[in-house]
């Protein structure tokens, strides 16, 4: 054990002597390239002496970085987290500065824009070569991982819910691609854009892959909230009017997330699918996890419990991570541009406009969050967490603006398929053995938005339809977007209410839009409005709606059938006598019935809900916000999300045969059916690896208070080096960071 000891010692000792040289020669070449960078004295020195202040130099800057950094990233967590990552160069220039001048004889000199660049380099090498020594030494790199994992779980009182061996109970992680639909994820696999996914579709791979149908209301709120909670009763759409408290909820809001979740937890008794030692990464609900970072929900709550942002510490303690991040950010801005600028030279349509903030947006969305979120859940696996649960929402975003089948959003799943490939990778060096599912929430449908094709809004034709004035230009309906509304927030700005969400008087509509679903509601009449007093006070309404071209059906309440659907040329069925493919539904699909059914029954469902057409020749829907990719409603491919799962696992159709209805799970055919029914099947899996699980904490919020426990972080590459476990940030050698 002794000789071991001294082996595991002398090793570490070479890795800092090793990245201390290589951090020394690379200073001393950017003192030779930068004019304004010295390590001499104004007289000259020898070889010798500018050596040895290079040395110096290096030393004081990667003791600097080892000791401060971690301290002042997380003073700064009080600061917004995009504002963080704008001060990355600046702190880590500051830190260089600092160490100059700690040089003997005043030898080391630098402008503050050099020391920049400097600092900025010396990090990203020094980061890289510790990283490279780790795959040459990988036995000892896991065991200090392992040690460490050892270490965090007795100081937080978890010892001994993990194996601490890759021979006990496997754990669980859950990667959800946000917005992959079922056969984008085929087809990209069959493309090439995605070698890991295909690897897995492969026969003899020991996966299997099956779609699943979405419940009407087909977006991240509803089926993230049923996934991990286990009910998104009562949830019509990505936002809603309610009567009874005047308000409005959107799902990507935090009050409203967090009420949702709490709604949620009532409903069912049970805290969520993370309850018992679970982590939540990247979500708009916990799980009842009670480890989060960038989980929407939370960021409503005040005080200890607040600690949505916990993951950015974890991240950016490593500057080397900061800098990777925040050049990468600059350089996904600058994609962004040129692709749309070009998409403009091309005349391509459908097109929407894509200036303003949007570049920053796409760019949190698809670095930043990605970047924190695959950290997080590296870190989770090597402390041996049970289960995680996490989402990647760069392709959702993306394909929103540039359309789901398009080269803007093959490069973005190319992307995410590395980052599979680098969790897959790492999994293999973890103290306990991982499962890792993939899944979506939903998928995506292409085509114009209604706006773009008609001319008007779907608010303008509501007002027509109502007699009210109609703007003589079509107004933009901003869209529902996860990504803009954490921008938001990493930003410490409220996320406002639209103007489209509050009626001019209490007797014109309220009109809101999720995707290609569209609910309006009148708010001075009380309870559920009926087809007999709208007709009353609006009598072209509903035959608007209903007749315009660009609508596929109506759902409203009927005094004397009940409610019905509407459609075209007068159609009108009772929602009791709904039937697939047939009347105002035919060609929506299996299972748009039973959907339709499911929402009438919600409190919260809308006065007249309005679901656009959909062509089932092209698969195009019209969105009735700005969106050339949408969800929300019924219509092709966004009701057709996938799950991915290893065979080692129980087939979630036997287990939803097994549970029969008394269990609540759907399947039909090759598909399961609904959200919640990814929930059974999902708690039926850990239920499987690690027994029960422990039910609800009221709140579900058990354990909070540790959300901002940083172990371990590390870079993100595009391409993940073979064998190469990612460096954690607890423990960074003297010779640089990371």
Not at 307 to 322: E, Q
Not at 568 to 597: I, K, M, N, S, Y
Not at 701 to 714: I, K, Q, S, V
């Amino acid at each position: 054990m002794g000789d071991g000891r001294w082996r595991t010692a002398g090793s570490a000792l070479m890795r800092v002597v090793a990245v201390w040289a290589v951090s020394t020669l690379t200073m001393l070449v950017l003192a030779g390239i930068l004019p304004d960078f010295q390590l001499q004295s104004d007289d000259g020195d020898s070889i010798t002496k500018t050596a040895f202040t290079a040395v110096w130099g290096a030393g004081a800057f990667g003791l600097l970085s080892a000791l401060v950094w971690p301290v002042l990233v997380r003073a700064l967590l009080i600061v917004p987290a995009l504002v963080l990552g704008m001060l990355v160069f600046f702190l880590n220039g500051s830190l260089l500065l600092i160490a100059l001048r700690l040089i003997p004889d005043g030898r080391g000199a630098a402008d503050p824009e050099t020391a920049v660049v400097v600092a900025a380099v010396m990090s990203a090498v020094a980061s890289a070569t510790s990283t490279a020594l780790a795959v040459r030494d990988d036995n000892a790199y896991r065991r200090r991982l392992s040690r460490l994992a050892d270490r965090r779980r007795r100081r937080s009182g978890r010892a001994g819910t993990a194996d601490g061996g890759r021979g006990g109970p496997p754990g669980i992680v859950f990667l959800q691609l946000d917005g992959v639909g079922h056969d984008v994820l085929t087809r990209a696999a069959a493309d090439g854009l995605m070698p890991t996914v295909a690897g897995r579709l492969a026969d003899g791979s020991g996966h299997r892959l099956t779609p699943w149908r979405t419940d009407w209301s087909s977006q991240t709120g509803a089926s993230q909230l049923a996934i991990l909670h286990g009910s998104n009763h009562d949830v019509p759409a990505f936002r809603w009017y309610e009567k009874d408290t005047g308000t409005v909820m959107v799902s990507s809001r935090p009050a409203s997330a967090l009420d949702m979740q709490r709604r949620a937890i009532a409903h069912t008794h049970d805290g969520g699918l993370l309850t018992v030692d679970g982590a939540s990464r990247g979500n708009l609900f916990s799980g009842g996890a009670d480890q989060l970072a960038l989980v929407l929900s939370m960021a409503a709550r005040r005080g200890k419990g607040r600690r949505s942002r916990a993951g950015y510490f974890a991240y950016f303690s490593d500057p080397a991570n900061a800098v990777r991040t925040a050049l990468s950010f600059v350089a996904e801005v600058g994609r962004e541009i040129g692709q749309s600028t070009l998409a403009r030279v091309r005349k391509e349509t459908p097109r929407i406009k894509r200036g303003g903030l949007y570049p920053f947006i796409r760019a949190f969305a698809t670095v930043v969050e990605r970047d924190v979120v695959v950290s997080a859940v590296i870190g989770d696996m090597f402390a041996g967490r049970t289960a995680v649960y996490a989402d990647l929402v760069a392709y959702d975003e993306v394909a929103h603006h540039s359309g789901p089948h398009s080269r803007d959003a093959d490069k973005v799943l190319a992307r995410l398929d590395r980052s599979l490939a680098l969790i897959t990778k790492v999994a293999e060096h973890t103290p306990r053995t991982y499962r890792i599912v993939l899944l979506s929430d939903h998928g995506q449908s292409p085509g114009e938005t209604f706006a773009g094709m008609y001319g008007l809004t779907l608010k303008d034709l509501v007002r027509a339809g109502c007699g009210l004035p109609v703007p003589r230009r079509a107004q933009r309906t901003r869209s529902a977007s996860e990504a803009r509304d954490a921008v938001r927030i990493a930003l410490h700005r409220p996320v406002e209410e639209k103007e489209a969400e509050h009626p001019a008087t209490l007797f014109d509509p309220i009109v809101l839009a999720s995707g290609n679903l569209g609910l309006l509601s009148f708010p001075d009449i009380r309870g559920r409005a009926s087809r007999e007093q709208l007709d009353r006070r609006h009598p072209a309404l509903l035959s608007t709606l209903a007749n315009h071209p660009g609508i596929g059906f109506l759902l409203v309440r009927s005094e004397e059938h009940g409610s019905v659907v509407l459609g075209r040329g007068g159609a009108e069925v009772p929602v009791r006598e709904l039937e697939d493919g047939t009347g105002p539904l035919a060609g929506f699909g299996p299972g748009a019935a039973d959907a339709v059914r499911r929402t009438d029954t919600f409190r919260n469902v809308a006065d007249v809900m309005v679901n656009s057409m959909y062509d089932p020749d092209t698969g195009l829907v019209h969105a009735f916000e700005e969106q050339i990719g949408s969800h929300g409603g019924l219509g092709g491919e966004q009701s057709r999300p996938f799950l991915l799962w290893p065979r080692a696992l129980t087939d979630p159709f036997d287990i939803v045969a097994a549970e029969g209805a008394e269990g609540g799970g759907r399947a039909s055919g090759n598909e399961l059916v609904g959200a919640e029914t990814v929930h059974r099947v999902l708690a039926r899996w850990l239920s499987e690896l690690s027994g029960p699980q422990v039910p609800v904490n009221p709140e579900g919020f058990a354990g909070a208070e540790r959300a901002d426990e940083p172990f371990p972080a590390g870079p993100v590459p595009d391409t993940p080096a073979p064998d190469t476990p990612v460096p954690d940030s607890d423990e960074t050698v003297p010779g640089g960071p990371g």
